[in-house]
């Protein structure tokens, strides 16, 4: 198994408050990936960074921000949480950019309350 | 623009039954990778097969097999002999050959009852 953890792994927090999402990977992979799952959604791709310091907006990426300091770890922001943010939340990582298969964390679970 | 279509979102077998699951997808790419992922009821997320767009040979791992048909672009998803472990979620998704961004179809749910 891919060496990727996530925390915390479920949270409740209450509508308007900051909230941090940390992954954190053993793998020393560049690439890593934010997802969140909804019903009937699938999984869709907040941000993801393709090194330390370079993230890029994937497509459901309003209300999120991003920030990797080092290789092993990404975390996910919710500046001013709201309802709509209720989800759960995957880390993935992939060791190349492209025709590569991610990996993913166990998950986030988080309500706002 | 890429999307992935799941359109069963639950089936439910009797143990030792065969499932398939469909997934339809559509893409301006000439080259992408097709990917199953399995998602049991602990939640985590389990890569299962990826198969590049020039491959059109059908897969057999054990009991799980994937047919794929680009002229119909398909790339469908069949248990032989169901058994209880297989009950999960199931995600096919989408990625092109230049780039990193998986689009996921919206599940199918699988229950296997014994």
């Known amino acids: 198994d891919a060496g990727i953890t996530q925390s915390p792994r479920h949270k409740v927090t209450e509508t308007g408050t900051p909230v941090t999402l940390r992954c954190h990977q053993t793998?020393?992979?560049?690439?890593m990936y934010w997802y969140r799952q909804d019903p009937g959604h699938g999984l869709r791709l907040i941000h993801y960074s393709y090194g330390v310091k370079d993230t890029d907006k994937g497509e459901v990426s309003d209300g999120y921000s991003v920030s990797r300091s080092k290789t092993e770890d990404f975390l996910l922001t919710l500046e001013s949480a709201t309802s709509s943010q209720t989800s759960v939340y995957f880390c993935?990582?992939?060791?190349?950019?492209?025709?590569?298969?991610?990996?993913f964390g166990p998950g986030t679970r988080l309500t706002v309350l | 623009a890429q999307k992935v279509t799941q359109a069963q979102t639950e089936i439910s077998v009797v143990e030792k039954e065969d499932v398939t699951l469909d997934c339809v997808y559509e893409?301006?790419?000439?080259?992408?990778?097709l990917f199953w992922y399995k998602q049991p009821p602990s939640g985590e997320l389990v890569f299962l097969i990826r198969?590049?767009?020039?491959?059109?040979q059908n897969e057999i791992s054990g009991r799980y097999s994937w047919n794929f048909q680009k002229s119909t672009s398909s790339f469908n998803f069949t248990i032989t002999a169901s058994q209880v472990v297989d009950s999960a979620v199931y995600f096919c998704a989408l990625m092109p050959t230049a780039g990193n961004k998986l689009t996921f179809g919206g599940g199918t749910r699988v229950l296997v009852k014994p």
């Open positions: 993935a990582i992939s060791a190349f950019r492209d025709n590569n298969e991610q990996f």
């Open positions: 198969r590049n767009s020039f491959d059109e």
């Open positions: 893409t301006r790419d000439t080259t992408y990778y």
């Open positions: 793998e020393n992979h560049r690439y």
